[in-house]
């Protein structure tokens, strides 16, 4: 299940997750800076919650594996 793997992975790499299948919220003290720098790579997550503290992700259902690690290798490095 694609929903679970990313999840997992997401968490693996020690982020805080909510949310079902790929509707997931990211737990994060900067979601609006991380929003903005991930949109200047081409992905379109927006920041949440009354302080920006959590990172909204919905991605297409048509969305591949190889994207959503694209997603994440850009997570990362946004973050770094």
Same mark, same amino acid.
């Given at each position: 299940?694609?929903? $679970?793997? +990313? *999840?997992?992975?997401? $968490? %693996? *790499?020690?982020?805080?997750?909510?949310?079902?299948?790929?509707?997931?919220?990211? /737990?994060? %003290?900067? #979601?609006? =800076?991380?929003? *903005? =720098?991930?949109?200047? *790579?081409? +992905?379109? =997550?927006?920041? /949440?919650?009354?302080? /920006? $503290?959590? @990172?909204?992700?919905?991605?297409?259902?048509?969305?591949? %594996?190889?994207?959503?690690?694209? +997603?994440? %290798? #850009? @997570?990362? #490095?946004?973050? =770094?």
């Amino acid at each position: 299940n694609t929903s $679970e793997w +990313f *999840r997992s992975l997401l $968490e %693996d *790499r020690g982020h805080q997750v909510s949310g079902r299948g790929l509707m997931l919220g990211i /737990a994060m %003290d900067n #979601a609006l =800076a991380v929003s *903005r =720098a991930l949109l200047h *790579r081409g +992905f379109i =997550a927006l920041p /949440a919650g009354e302080q /920006a $503290e959590v @990172l909204s992700i919905t991605p297409p259902l048509t969305i591949t %594996d190889g994207q959503l690690m694209s +997603f994440l %290798d #850009a @997570l990362e #490095a946004v973050q =770094a």
